[in-house]
């Protein structure tokens, strides 16, 4: 079975900070890894989608990187802001996606 | 979420209850999922939809029956609610395996 990291489990950064965020897995023959976002009592927004065959994606202030032989993936935000604090999770797989616990981001003013 | 929407959005229940929570999507998409989100577990799914009348388990099914009969709607019923089954549900769809999931906005379920 897929087991799915992600650490730190809280991180507080001020304003402004680049900063990343890190995931692992277990089993490598991933299909894709999805990056999302989630706000308190909220659902969950797709960040950034990583097929298998590709090693990075960016959008806007975020890069997601993709390494499947050492079974790692992150999330680099660039120039940190208070609307970015929420948790952030990862997610591997097609269709059983199997997901870490996620990151809580708080970017203090 | 645009194109997914959850019914209801909140619900308590009494233990040995039926319940049946609804997702219904305008986007067409083949597949469609259930998802519980548990503290210290996160999203596990429950049960997937590959097009009509095709269904199959996920890793936490016990418990738990679905069924679509149209393409825009995924039922989860809780045929005889139980405690552990408190959680908030998602439901999720895609086009494809290469597709990204979007998901939609949860039902927070308290059974008492």
């Known amino acids: 079975k897929q087991e799915v990291t992600q650490i730190p489990a809280a991180l507080s950064v001020p304003e402004g900070e680049n900063l990343v965020l890190n995931c692992s897995f277990t089993?490598?023959?991933?299909?894709?890894l999805q990056w999302f976002r989630q706000d308190p009592g909220k659902g969950l927004t797709s960040l950034l989608l990583?097929?298998?065959?590709?090693r990075e994606q960016t959008s806007g202030r975020l890069n997601a990187s993709l390494d499947k032989s050492s079974g790692r993936s992150t999330l680099y935000i660039a120039a940190s802001q208070p609307g970015d604090s929420a948790t952030y999770l990862c997610?591997?797989?097609?269709?059983?996606?199997?997901f870490g616990t996620g990151t809580r981001l708080t970017v203090i003013p | 979420d645009a194109g997914i929407t959850q019914s209801p959005r909140h619900k308590v229940t009494e233990t040995g209850t039926p319940v049946t929570l609804r997702c219904h999507q305008t986007?067409?998409?083949?597949?469609m999922y259930w998802y519980r989100q548990d503290p210290g577990h996160g999203l596990r799914l429950i049960h997937y939809?590959?097009?009509?009348?095709?269904?199959d388990k996920g890793e936490v099914s016990d418990g738990y029956s679905v069924s679509r009969s149209k393409t825009e709607d995924f039922l989860l019923t809780l045929e005889s609610a139980t405690s552990s089954q408190t959680s908030v549900y998602f439901c999720?769809?895609?086009?494809?395996?290469?597709?990204?999931?979007?998901f939609g906005s949860g039902t927070r379920l308290t059974v008492v």
């Open positions: 999720a769809i895609s086009e494809n395996d290469y597709d990204g999931y979007t």
């Open positions: 089993d490598s023959a991933i299909y894709n």
């Open positions: 990583i097929q298998s065959s590709q």
């Open positions: 997610a591997v797989g097609a269709n059983n996606l199997f």
């Open positions: 986007e067409n998409h083949r597949y």
């Open positions: 939809s590959y097009g009509v009348k095709d269904t």
